[in-house]
């Protein structure tokens, strides 16, 4: 599940087309494993129906799913651009812009390698494409849900707005519920809990741009930014590691770490 927000990248709205490259480039690497690939997007880089004011929230939530459906014709068109097969299914019925969503015949693409992208979230207001993603993964009998997000992981509060924010390594599901922890909303996690999908979250910034050099939430972070505009960097793929090696660690150095402390560690 991409947040729209990612593919807006330092801009905050709208399309960052080097990040969708960059994206799509990690997404192209997995399905070259042959691992069968649905994309679930959101729409926060163009709207988000709960905060649209004072607008009815059918009417306002309406705009957020038709977002979500213009960036999955994006990334479709990136992806495919790269010889990708992608395909745009949509929850409502918008012909020929994209195919209505039914779970036979994305699970028939899924096994032909085709990526498959999900638009217009479940295709109801006063639900959120974290839900979308719950209820799509439960539908193709996935195996886990990437969450790429602007932040590293989960956390028990904000870390963009506490210094003090622990990281969790591992959580249940049930865990996630019961904390009220803002990594998805309490639909999508059950919904999760509920069909035994396990659900990973990484930050695009730094797997997808910057190949786990340097993270978002730090000041620092913003030096990693270079790798946004296209120079050549190796890509660390979170995918392929965590498929690898069944856990994924993720170390980090700071820049004016101790030296001495470095070499010990
Ligand atoms: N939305 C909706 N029903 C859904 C999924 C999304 O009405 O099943 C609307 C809702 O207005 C939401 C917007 O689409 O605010 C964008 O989705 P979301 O906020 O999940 O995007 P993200 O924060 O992941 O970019």
């Given at each position: ?65 038709l ?66 993603a ?12 990437f ?43 059950s ?24 993270s ?50």
């Open positions: 599940k991409l947040s729209g927000e990612v593919l807006a990248g330092e801009q905050g709205h709208g399309f960052d087309f080097d990040v969708i490259e960059t994206i799509c480039d990690s997404i192209a690497k997995v399905v070259d494993m042959g691992v069968s690939v649905g994309i679930v997007i959101g729409g926060g880089n163009f709207w988000r129906g709960r905060s649209s004011g004072s607008m009815d929230r059918c009417r306002a939530d309406s705009i957020g799913m977002g979500t459906v213009m960036n999955s014709i994006a990334v479709a068109d990136t992806l495919i651009a790269k010889g990708v097969e992608a395909k745009v299914y949509s929850a409502v019925a918008m012909e020929p812009i994209a195919e209505i969503f039914t779970a036979d015949k994305v699970r028939a693409d899924l096994d032909k390698g085709i990526v498959t992208i999900f638009g217009g979230g479940t295709g109801n207001p006063f639900f959120s494409t974290d839900s979308a719950a209820l799509r993964a439960a539908q193709i009998k996935a195996e886990v849900i969450k790429a997000t602007n932040v590293d992981g989960v956390y028990d509060k904000d870390p963009n707005k506490f210094d003090d924010a622990v990281k969790f390594d591992e959580l249940t599901q049930s865990e996630l519920l019961n904390r009220g922890l803002q990594v998805m909303d309490a639909s999508a996690a919904l999760c809990r509920d069909n035994g999908i396990n659900i990973l979250v990484f930050d695009t910034e730094v797997y997808s741009n910057t190949g786990g050099q340097s978002k939430s730090t000041p620092i972070g913003a030096v990693a930014q270079f790798a946004a505009s296209g120079k050549a960097v190796t890509k660390k793929n979170l995918a392929q590691i965590a498929m690898a090696y069944g856990y994924v660690y993720v170390a980090q150095i700071a820049m004016g770490a101790n030296q001495a402390q470095t070499i010990k560690a």
